[in-house]
């Protein structure tokens, strides 16, 4: 019964490039958090995604950020034009309806470095 | 609004307690605390839902005041697999759950 799957695990992009990184969430679960991690931070809210919608995505930085969840396959959160700050580790959740989202098991991360 | 957690650091030795603290300036519908070992994912300890509620994880309880919106975490006799750092999560109807900044507990032999 595999867990949330984030890929890639680690992810290197030069200034100005794209980064995309995908989650699979658990069997089961339609529901996506996505929420990003600066080091020695918290964690930090993003957006939150059922399958074909964004229900809120009030963390979302308002330019060269993006997320989808579409029909079939994973989620996306995608990163346009990436800067040096945008360096941190990005996890995405999953719960299997809005009532469980306090209870979220989270994939391992996905850390990306822009040099 | 993310809840204040308090203290940012602890550091015990083993057999040592700990008490971390997660308070909102909000109405708090639940509490949710997690800990993240360095370079892992966070993973989920326990929730409480109701004012006044404890529950237990290993040794590792919680209590929740929903009057005061608080919630304290009572780490007991503390062992090395406890390093990590614990984060609240507090919980809106609207779907999304907000963190603390984490509280940082180094276990020493």
């Known amino acids: 019964n595999a867990g949330v799957m984030q890929n890639p695990r680690h992810l290197v992009r030069r200034r100005g490039q794209e980064a995309r990184l995908r989650c699979s969430p658990m069997?089961?679960?339609?529901?996506v958090y996505w929420y990003r991690q600066l080091p020695e931070e918290g964690l930090k809210f993003m957006v939150y995604?059922?399958?074909?919608?964004?229900?809120?995505e009030s963390g979302m930085p308002k330019e060269r950020f993006s997320a989808e969840f579409p029909k079939e396959g994973p989620s996306i959160l995608r990163i346009q034009q990436v800067v040096r700050g945008d360096s941190a580790a990005y996890f995405c959740?999953?719960?299997?309806?809005?009532?469980?989202?306090?209870?979220?098991?989270f994939g391992a991360g996905s850390r990306l470095t822009v040099l | 609004q993310q809840p204040v957690q308090s203290p940012q650091a602890v550091i015990l030795r083993e057999g040592e307690d700990a008490v971390i603290n997660c308070s909102s300036s909000?109405?708090?519908?639940?509490v949710h605390w997690y800990r993240q070992k360095h370079g892992e994912a966070p993973v989920f300890l326990m929730i409480?839902?109701?004012?006044?509620e404890q529950k237990g994880h290993e040794k590792i309880s919680a209590s929740f005041n929903e009057k005061k919106q608080q919630s304290s975490l009572y780490l007991t006799a503390s062992q090395l697999s406890y390093s990590g750092t614990y984060f609240c999560?507090?919980?809106?109807?609207?779907?999304?759950?907000?963190f603390g900044d984490g509280t940082t507990l180094t276990v020493k032999p």
């Open positions: 999560g507090t919980y809106t109807n609207a779907g999304k759950s907000t």
């Open positions: 959740a999953s719960s299997p309806d809005q009532a469980s989202a306090n209870v979220l098991t």
């Open positions: 909000k109405a708090l519908y639940s």
């Open positions: 409480l839902l109701k004012g006044g």
């Open positions: 995604l059922q399958k074909e919608n964004i229900i809120d």
């Open positions: 069997k089961g679960h339609s529901h």
